[in-house]
């Protein structure tokens, strides 16, 4: 129950965007050119009906995940500059990424990975190069009207604050681990929590599916990290995306279906 919303947004009836013969799950957030076996992970996704949506996060990674949507055209993928990336480029490097983003814009679904990141560096030189990093790609964003994905670890409420400046609303916040009130304001202005499958045992998660109504939720795996069932070594596949659907139809008391068909209906929203 969202019981803390105004009432004009708690009246979330839409009709479903999605024919009633196509169900399908997505992944929205996961790192396919960092995973072992792609090809065995892209025909276990097609067999059961799993969208992957792969994000960049440097030069390199940007244009492996390109060569990916060439040789699998069912995926959907996005580009961008991971925040600690950035700090390694020059000025004239990160502006050279953004044309080459911009020039593939008919291949990708949105922005990302990007973000800001306190947890591995915390200096004020840092932060004032990622914030203008980032900056640019929510402007780049805008400036194609397609998602951006974000990173926001250690730098929850720094990372909403400087977002706030933009006036954006295709705006996913990827495993987000601020507190309660952060997620609050993440989905009064308008924008969407992504929830890992890690949601199975994870108490934060959970409680952030508890909170935010399913018109702003979205699954991922950030495969291959964070496995679902913590087993060290592990590798994570999109194939998990499935245990974030499960908690979230668990948890909010709703038929798996219904689930999927609103996640399905929030995508459709924000491509
Ligand atoms: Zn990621």
Redesign the pocket.
Same mark, same amino acid.
């Given at each position: 129950m969202v019981d803390w919303l105004p009432p004009e947004q708690q009246m979330g009836v839409r009709f479903s965007l999605v024919p009633f013969f196509k169900m399908k799950s997505i992944d929205i %957030?996961? %790192?396919l050119d960092s995973c072992p076996d792609i090809p065995e992970i892209v025909r276990e996704c097609r067999e059961k009906d799993i969208v992957i949506v792969t $994000?960049g996060?440097d030069i390199e990674s940007n244009r492996e995940t390109l060569e990916l949507k060439h040789e699998y055209p069912e995926i959907e993928i996005c580009l961008g500059i991971y925040p600690l990336e950035c700090l390694e480029m020059s000025d004239e490097d990160i502006e050279k990424e953004i044309k080459f983003i911009r020039e593939n814009e008919d291949k990708i679904l949105g922005i990302g990975?990007v973000g800001l990141d306190l947890h591995t560096v915390n200096d004020l030189k840092s932060l004032e190069k990622q914030k203008k990093v980032l900056g640019k790609f929510v402007e780049l964003a805008k400036e194609l009207e397609k998602p951006i994905f974000i %990173?926001s670890r250690d730098a929850e409420k720094e990372t909403i604050e400087f977002l706030e400046g933009f006036d954006y609303k295709k705006i996913v916040m %990827? $495993?987000f681990s601020g507190g309660m009130n952060l997620v609050r304001q993440i989905v009064q202005n308008g924008w969407s929590l992504s929830i890992p499958s890690s949601v199975k045992y994870n108490e934060h998660f959970q409680k952030v599916v508890e909170i935010t109504p399913i018109e702003n939720l979205f699954c991922e795996t950030?495969a291959p990290?964070l496995h679902p069932d913590k087993i060290q070594g592990m590798k994570n596949t999109s194939v998990s995306v499935l245990e974030s659907y499960k908690k979230i139809a668990e948890i909010k008391n709703l038929d798996l279906k219904k689930v999927e068909n609103e996640i399905w209906d929030n995508f459709e929203i924000i491509k």
């Open positions: %957030h996961s %790192h $994000c996060t990975e %990173h %990827h $495993c950030d990290f």
